[in-house]
């Protein structure tokens, strides 16, 4: 699906911003959005995920810390380049220094299009708005 209304097997509407760390650190090793559901899959992750992981003991002592919720997708995927940019977690790649240009723009994860989701907080909506 690219018409930034939902995702496959994913709930509409239903977006977090979460943070990734070990238990006793305070740092975070990964900041992400989607589903809350993927939050808490550990399988499915980047090599440096894995590997970062892997070698501080196991998915048994990753701590995920749901940190925002929102109903738009796309306000969900700009807040956690917001949030990369501010605590510079050391296996996120995107949003380090800055915020890719199609975030700004109001597009949702896998969408080529602004979101039209109709929540009242849709990040895609705000930009329509600003730009007319
Ligand atoms: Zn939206």
Do not use: W
Request: charged letters at 30%.
């Amino acid at each position: 699906m690219s018409d930034g209304h939902h995702r496959d097997g994913e709930s509409p509407g239903g977006e977090v911003v979460y943070g990734l760390r070990m238990q006793g650190d305070e740092r975070f090793f990964h900041i992400g959005s989607g589903s809350e559901r993927r939050a808490h899959d550990l399988n499915h992750r980047s090599p440096a995920v894995r590997s970062f992981i892997e070698t501080r003991g196991g998915d048994a002592r990753v701590e995920v810390v749901i940190l925002e919720r929102h109903r738009c997708p796309a306000r969900a995927r700009l807040r956690e380049m917001e949030l990369v940019g501010r605590h510079q977690p050391e296996t996120n790649t995107f949003g380090r220094s800055s915020i890719p240009a199609g975030i700004l723009h109001g597009r949702p994860k896998r969408s080529k299009v602004r979101c039209s989701c109709g929540a009242p907080d849709c990040y895609g909506a705000e930009v329509d708005a600003r730009s007319r």
